[in-house]
């Protein structure tokens, strides 16, 4: 019986997906789990061309995750990840850091992870200020269990437990984090690839703890159910419309941000950091010890 | 220079502090813990003592805070411990069932306080043994060790330790109120014997299997992270690349191995003391700080010329059921002495069978057992 031949489909080096070389083989759901459309793999991509940017050595970095669609972003890095407990991420992440502080420790989270059960891990790691970098990826939504609200969840928005419209009030991440004492908050949107990878960046090179909420698209659950259009293209337009660029919002009107929310950077600060500042007192308390 | 992890020589020592020096003695580079009575000064000591040593003290926001900082930094190439009362396990546990499935070696130190509940912050009481052992979901294996001294709270902690790092299983050391705040002579040696984490053999690269075991073998090598291994650590059923799985020989395989390794080990792991048992027709079972009373009482049982043994347990899980099924083989009745309503009487029951007359002698916590009411219970029952 005669076989089909095989065909070696070479292609050259600049035609290959710059991402690819960070993608584990044989990772879960091969390509991956994600909806069509679902904003978590563009920011999979920022994040890879963050580090590569950066000139870090992979190795190096730490990917850290937890349960949920986000969560699983951290299975597909090629070198050491973590994937870890709903809402307890940013607690790993401090103890891999406090064990080896030459390491990057990245958290991606999403946003039930990050305010709802893990609210206090992200607000006593913004007090700590532990050199660790957390990513909120915001689609306003529990997508993995099919589409509750979140506390990121605007008012009113339909969910699969909102059917009547959501009563109660959604957190803004940003001013939580800064408030909690984060030494970099920033904020974009999947309609942002190239600020998004630069905040991203900046995150990880910020000698404290690192913040930065990228606002993404679910369109299976929060654009199907809010009316905003069940593909990516018509909820990146309604995204784009609906953030404005911080320098622009200062200037605006209360009236002007009806419905309208801010991106862009709203802290670049140092403080002491707790790893590099437990790392000195015990490096003082065992030269002094005398017995 | 003096060497801070060994304070060798002989000390008045309470029962916390005591299991502080035997943390440090046994290589502990990090604590992460939350304030709870009465395990708080576990965490004082710990506060002071760690960065004398060089290690790190950092007081978690609660107990989930507290275990997922030692689990992490277990991977970052660490040795940790945590330590609580049966309230801060409570909370914990979901990240027991994460240390168990990661096979991420780490000690919990439970003092345990009158329940359920608040109960009684300042008292003592024995509940905790059954959360230790089955509170997370799923099936998987830890071990216990109950130790009835400040100088068991030290030895048993550096065992702790060391069995950790060989069966690679969060270990307990299940103490209680009455041992946190005893006061006895501790002597520390001038060596103690460490378990070094076993590292891969293999060098790093991109094909190395995180959750492979060896051959014949019951668990892996563990390499830290930021060593090139491309470690893929979740508490996803996996295959031994890490990829999840859902399949059902997967689910098996993972299962019985963290269930078998260390109940197919239980002879190993089986630390008792006992005395008085060759003859004996009544058995006397206890642990912890009950079993100094238990001890007492069939001292003294004896010199009445009464035919009476005791079994103090000093390894609690896995549950020594071949110790118990062999010295339990000719005695008429078992008296079990513990502070709680049955839990090592009904293990001690399941081992004996039907008809073995196994007692409970129960006290519900706050007051221990005195040697005078476990005599009392011997007469009754002979």
Same mark, same amino acid.
């Given at each position: ?5 095989v065909?070696?489909k ?8 710059p991402?690819?070389?960070y ?12 909806c ?15 580090i590569?940017?950066l000139?870090l ?8 995750g937890?349960?949920g ?6 299975t ?6 973590m ?5 307890r991420?940013?607690?790993?992440a ?15 989270m999403?946003d039930?992870?990050?305010?709802a059960?893990?609210g206090?891990h ?7 200020n532990?050199d660790?970098t957390?990513i ?6 529990y ?10 969840t605007?008012?009113g928005?339909?969910?699969a437990t ?10 803004d991440?940003?001013?939580l984090?800064?408030?909690a004492?984060?030494t970099y908050v920033a904020?974009?949107?999947t ?9 991203i ?7 404290g703890?690192?913040?930065v909420?990228?606002i ?6 929060y654009g199907?159910s ?10 990146l ?5 609906s ?8 200037k ?5 941000r009806?419905g309208?929310?801010p991106w862009?950077?709203?802290v670049?600060t140092e403080r002491? #950091? ?8 015990a490096?003082?308390?065992? #030269?002094?010890?005398?017995? | ?10 000390h008045l ?14 290589g502990c ?10 395990a *708080?000064?576990?965490?004082e000591?710990?506060?002071r003592?760690?960065p ?5 003290y950092?007081?978690g ?6 275990l997922t900082?030692v689990i992490g ?5 660490? /040795? ?5 009362? !049966? ?15 990661t &096979? ?9 306080r009158a329940? @359920?509940?608040?109960g009684i912050?300042? /008292?003592s009481a024995q ?6 052992r ?8 830890i071990?216990?060790?109950a130790? &009835?001294?400040?100088?068991?709270m ?6 702790a ?5 060989e069966y690679?299983v ?8 009455i ?13 103690v014997?460490?378990?070094?984490r076993? /590292?891969?053999? &293999?060098a @790093?690269?991109v094909g190395? /299997?995180t959750w492979a075991v @060896? ?5 892996? @090598?563990?390499p830290?992270f !930021?060593? !090139? ?9 996996r295959?031994?690349d ?6 059902y020989?997967?689910q098996?395989?993972?299962t019985?191995?963290?269930?078998n390794?260390?109940?197919a080990?239980a002879?190993?792991l ?6 008085? *048992?060759?003859d ?9 700080s009950?079993g100094?009373s ?9 010199a009445?010329g009464?035919k009476?043994?005791?079994?103090r ?9 071949a ?9 008429k009745k ?12 009904r293990?001690?029951q399941?081992?004996? !069978?039907?008809? *073995?007359d196994v007692?409970l002698?129960?006290k519900?916590g706050?007051?221990?057992h005195t040697?005078v009411e ?6 009754k029952?002979?």
């Open positions: 019986m005669a076989t089909a031949p065909i070696e070479k292609e050259p080096e600049s035609l290959r997906h991402a690819l070389k993608y584990r083989p044989g990772a879960g759901g091969n390509p991956h789990i994600w069509e459309g679902c904003g978590i793999g563009q920011i999979w991509y920022y994040t890879v061309i963050a590569e940017e000139g050595d992979p190795n190096s970095v730490v990917w850290v937890g349960s669609c986000t969560g699983r972003m951290c597909y890095w090629k070198h050491d990840y994937h870890t407990l709903h809402g991420p940013l607690g790993f401090t103890g891999i850091k406090l064990a080896n502080p030459e390491l990057t420790v990245l958290c991606h999403g039930g992870e990050t305010s059960i893990g206090n992200l607000i006593q790691t913004a007090r700590r532990a660790v957390a909120c990826v915001n689609n306003y939504t997508g993995m269990t099919g589409g509750q609200y979140s506390p990121t605007p008012i928005s339909l969910s909102s059917k009547y419209g959501l009563v109660e009030d959604g957190f991440l940003c001013e984090v800064a408030a004492g984060a904020r974009s949107t309609t942002q690839p190239r600020q998004s990878i630069n905040f960046k900046k995150a990880i090179q910020k000698k703890f690192g913040f909420e990228i993404s698209q679910c369109p299976t659950f199907r809010n009316k905003l259009g069940d593909n990516s293209i018509t909820m337009d309604w995204i784009k419309r953030f404005v660029r911080k320098a622009d919002w200062d605006m009107s209360a009236e002007e009806e309208k929310r862009g950077e709203f670049d002491p #950091e707790v790893i590099k500042a437990l790392h000195d007192l490096k003082a308390q065992r #030269e002094a010890y005398r017995g | 220079m003096a060497n801070p992890r060994l304070l060798t020589g002989t020592m309470q029962g916390q502090q005591a299991c502080a020096e035997g943390a440090l003695a046994a580079d990090l604590f992460a813990g939350y304030p709870i009575s009465p *708080t000064e576990i965490a000591a710990m506060a003592r760690m004398q040593a060089g290690g790190i950092l007081q926001a609660d107990e989930l805070d507290s900082i930094s277990v991977w970052g190439g660490y /040795k940790s411990m945590t330590a609580t009362s !049966g309230n801060g396990i409570c909370l914990m546990q979901e990240n027991i069932g994460y240390a168990a499935m &096979e991420t070696p780490c000690v919990i130190v439970d003092m345990m329940g @359920p509940g608040t912050a300042t /008292k509940g905790d043994l059954y959360q230790v089955f509170g997370s979901n799923g099936d998987y294996s071990i216990a060790l130790p &009835e001294s400040p100088q068991e030290f030895d048993l902690t550096v065992e330790f060391n069995l950790s790092e690679r969060p270990v307990f050391v299940l103490g209680d109120e041992l946190s705040n005893l006061r006895e002579k501790l002597v520390i040696p001038s060596e014997k460490v378990r070094e076993r /590292k891969p053999t &293999e @790093p690269g190395y /299997k @060896p051959e014949g073998e019951w668990t892996g @090598p563990l830290a !930021g060593q !090139g291994y491309h470690l893929a650590v979740s508490s996803f059923a295959t031994d890490g990829s999840p799985s859902q399949a020989d997967v098996k395989r993972i019985e191995r963290l269930w390794k260390v109940e080990n002879d190993k089986t630390r008792v003391e006992d005395g008085f *048992t060759e004996a027709e009544v058995l006397v079972v206890g642990f912890g009950v100094r238990v001890k007492a009482a069939v001292r003294q049982a004896r009445e009464l009476v043994g005791f079994s347990l000093v390894g609690i899980w896995p549950f020594p059921d110790y118990i099924a062999k010295v339990g083989k000719n005695v078992v008296i079990v002495s513990e502070m709680n309503m049955g839990r090592v009487s293990e001690v399941r081992c004996l !069978g039907r008809d *073995t007692i002698h129960s519900p706050v007051a221990m040697p476990i005599m009392d219970q011997i007469r029952v002979m």
